[in-house]
């Protein structure tokens, strides 16, 4: 039996505990367990983020190993080689998946009932490995996907608009990484088309500027890695927002990635696409409508994957 208030995260380095952080400011926990092979780094981080306790909620930090996984609900690994300047992510592939040969059958060990939410890079194909190497339900294995691409498109959209980014609703989906896309169709304001309420804003350039957008959405990665190392409070932020989902039951839409069964013609293998998410993980992946390049761009983003996810043989 889980204990839905209980989870921890796997790997410490800056999105480890930027994570620990955001998902302690959450108030949802009761438990949170951090575990790293520096076990020294592990106690670190969980007696700063204990000291912080005083001014949020009462919760127990604490650094472990993987017997103290048993009754989690949530899972998130974040364990992984970091991104380099000039290095894609899909470049990381092969380091960390070989961590994560050594991680997973550590986490079934104990714990075949919690939710794995992976966020290590590339995204994508490492929650394809997690969720063969551990055998789980695909619903169960949860990759952060593109939920922190669309959170970008989402602030350079209100920023453009001059309006509150919580009013925009549009979606990245594919891959987490240079092959994904914004599904421009969809888009809007409040239930107002986007093009239409561009040109109620005054802003008439659609094409060139969605280009624009998107490219720095995009690229904004790369752009943060030259400036100062490594991107995390992002990502920090997006992981809470899904673990709150989880926790809380909520039934929210999000772009995690999962592993289709057939979307858009795509067939065993996880790729971001809004999904239902609350306490068993992904409940319904949702088949939106896309423009018929749209839908090329993904299958183009599908082949890319694809293509590494089948050389891995796991």
């Known amino acids: 039996m889980v204990n839905i208030q209980k989870a ?8 480890g505990s930027s994570t620990a952080f955001a998902m302690m400011q ?6 949170l367990v951090l575990i790293d092979v520096n076990r020294d780094k592990a106690e670190g981080e969980a ?18 190993d993987y017997p103290d996984l048993k009754d989690c609900a949530l899972i998130v690994i974040t364990a992984g080689a970091n991104q380099k300047p000039d290095e894609t992510r899909l470049d990381l592939v092969h380091k960390n998946v070989a961590i994560f040969k050594a991680i997973i059958p550590e986490i079934v060990r104990y714990n075949r009932e919690a939710i794995l939410l992976v966020v290590s890079n590339p995204v994508d194909i490492l929650t394809y490995a997690a969720q063969k190497l551990s055998g789980l339900p695909k619903n169960q294995v949860i990759g952060s996907g593109t939920v922190l691409d669309t959170a970008r498109l989402k602030y350079l959209l209100g920023e453009h608009l001059g309006i509150d980014s919580r009013s925009v609703h549009a979606f990245i989906i594919g891959e987490h990484g240079d092959s994904e896309l914004a599904v421009w169709s969809g888009a809007n304001v409040s239930g107002v088309d986007l093009d239409h309420f561009c040109e109620l804003c ?5 094409r060139e500027n969605m280009e ?7 690229d904004s990665a790369y752009e943060i890695i030259e400036k100062k190392g490594a991107t995390y409070y992002g990502i920090a932020a997006a992981v809470a927002r899904i673990a709150q989902c989880i926790v809380r039951d909520e039934h929210s839409v999000l772009p995690v990635s999962t592993n289709l069964h057939g979307l858009y013609g795509v067939k065993d ?30 299958l183009r983003s599908a082949v890319t994957l694809g293509e590494i996810a089948q050389s891995l043989k796991l």
């Open 26 to 31: 959450t108030g949802v926990f009761s438990e």
């Open 269 to 298: 293998l996880c790729m971001s696409v809004p999904a239902v998410v609350g306490r068993h993980g992904v409940e319904k992946v949702l088949e939106i409508e896309l423009s018929a390049e749209e839908r090329e761009e993904f």
């Open 8 to 15: 921890a995260v796997i790997g410490c380095g800056f999105v």
């Open 47 to 64: 007696m700063d983020l204990s000291h912080g306790l005083p001014f949020t909620r009462p919760m127990k930090i604490h650094a472990g």
């Open 202 to 206: 005054g802003h008439t350039r659609h």
């Open 212 to 218: 624009r957008i998107y490219q720095d959405v995009r």
